[in-house]
């Protein structure tokens, strides 16, 4: 789960989820979703995303979608191949797909940056402009992690900014949202949605942030 629980300018205050198409949603072990507290703080479970069964060959899939009108992904699949791979072997083996998302009118209304979902992670796009409009201040623990890789807040009358650029943005979902949810994938002890959350919080610091900066 991550930090997104602000409501943001042109989102609405209700949570939406949607069910999958086309095939009946499996619900796996665990369905994780960062940016907010919908699925990880253990509300009704509603298929959030198209399942994607287990693969049995041993490769990373890279699935890419359409961002939609006023979005962009900001990582590439080759950026996405190459961090993993920095990863320790035993922490990729479970990883099975990345899928880039695309933005939809329910996503909006609940914002996330990324999802882990059974052997999957999903990463959101994000506007492209790189700045994010709230109608409410971060909370602390939001605008430390945020901070934490350049982001950078301003308030502006009642309403907050959280402005990127092409790099501080790129290693925040490089080096924070995608090892988050992988540190979901491996997470293997915890079943309470508060410990499985504080675990992978602290494997996104330990092999997101601190890894990347020992290397710096």
Same mark, same amino acid.
């Given at each position: ?16 989820r949607?069910a ?20 990880a ?9 198209? %399942? ?19 979005y ?10 190459? @961090?993993?791979a ?12 990345v ?9 909006r ?43 950078? %807040?301003?308030?502006?009358?009642? *309403?907050w @900014? ?20 992988i ?12 410990? @499985?959350?504080? *675990?992978?919080? %602290? ?7 601190r890894?990347?900066? @020992?290397?710096?």
């Amino acid at each position: 789960m991550s930090r997104r629980n602000q409501s943001r300018v042109r989102s609405g205050l209700p949570q939406t989820r949607h069910a999958t198409r086309g095939r009946r949603a499996v619900q796996p072990a665990s369905a994780h979703q960062h940016r907010g507290n919908g699925l990880a703080a253990g509300r009704p479970f509603d298929a959030p995303e198209a %399942w994607h069964p287990p693969r049995d060959d041993g490769k990373l899939e890279i699935v890419v979608k359409q961002p939609g009108e006023g979005y962009r992904h900001v990582v590439t699949p080759n950026q996405i191949r190459q @961090r993993v791979a920095q990863l320790p072997q035993e922490y990729q083996t479970q990883l099975e797909v990345v899928q880039l998302s695309p933005m939809t009118r329910k996503r909006r209304l609940f914002p996330c940056y990324g999802l882990q979902w059974g052997q999957a992670v999903y990463l959101y796009p994000i506007e492209e402009s790189l700045e994010e409009l709230y109608v409410r201040a971060p909370r602390p623990a939001q605008r430390i992690e945020t901070e934490m890789y350049g982001g950078e %807040w301003t308030q502006e009358g009642r *309403f907050w @900014r959280l402005s990127w650029t092409e790099d501080t943005i790129r290693d925040f979902y490089l080096n924070n949202v995608l090892i988050h949810e992988i540190g979901h994938i491996n997470d293997n002890r915890n079943t309470n949605p508060r410990k @499985r959350e504080q *675990f992978a919080d %602290w494997f996104a610091v330990e092999y997101g942030y601190r890894a990347t900066r @020992r290397k710096s």
